[in-house]
């Protein structure tokens, strides 16, 4: 499984349609400051369904939304779709190729698709929960992260490691049931 495009339309700085291909292994973004490097991580995040207006480094959800520049009009729409090679069967669907989209409008609705088919978020978090990708994993290490883990205590450190491994929510469900 790996991912083999993103493609970005009224996404923060992306006004116009944008799709960047990835191929198997390592992917690097280059680019001056500002130009939107870190909105394509954003993006990323955006599209599996991240909820927290902070963590897409935005005071509110719709600051997602291209804003508008001098010479062009804000827009009223923010999508991104993400395209992800399933030919090895990692994600328990019968497609090859497996396309997740996220839509937000100005007016507050959302809507997520599945293959072009209109789905809800727990429908994409179901497909991808054993698959390493989506919410609560540490997927995505951003700028400053890596010295957070660097200087976190002893027991924090070990919550990434856990969560990494996968362990940690077999631990919160056994404390879950313990507390029963
Ligand atoms: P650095 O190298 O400094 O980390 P970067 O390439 O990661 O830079 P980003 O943070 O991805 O840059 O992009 C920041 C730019 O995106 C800013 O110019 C900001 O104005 C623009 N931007 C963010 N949100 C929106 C939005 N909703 N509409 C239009 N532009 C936006
Ligand atoms: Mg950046």
Not at 11 to 24: D, G, Q
Not at 31 to 60: C, F, M, T
Not at 148 to 175: M, S, T, W
């Amino acid at each position: 499984m790996h991912l083999k495009s993103l493609t970005l339309k009224g996404f923060k700085s992306f006004a116009t349609a944008t799709t960047l291909k990835l191929e198997p292994g390592v992917t690097c973004v280059v680019g001056p400051n500002g130009s939107g490097k870190s909105n394509v991580v954003d993006a990323i995040a955006w599209v599996l369904g991240e909820q927290g207006a902070k963590a897409l480094r935005g005071g509110k959800m719709d600051d997602v939304i291209f804003a508008g520049t001098s010479g062009r009009a804000p827009l009223g729409r923010a999508e991104v779709t993400l395209t992800i090679d399933n030919s090895d069967g990692a994600l328990p669907i019968d497609y090859t190729e497996v396309s997740i989209t996220r839509r937000l409008f100005r007016t507050g609705d959302g809507e997520y698709e599945i293959n072009g088919d209109r789905c809800r978020l727990l429908d994409i978090q179901e497909l991808l929960s054993d698959s390493g990708i989506g919410r609560e994993m540490h997927v995505i290490v951003g700028q400053g992260q890596l010295d957070q883990v660097l200087h976190a205590k002893p027991e924090d450190r070990r919550g990434f490691i856990e969560e990494a491994a996968g362990v940690l929510k077999h631990r919160k469900r056994k404390e879950k049931a313990l507390r029963k």
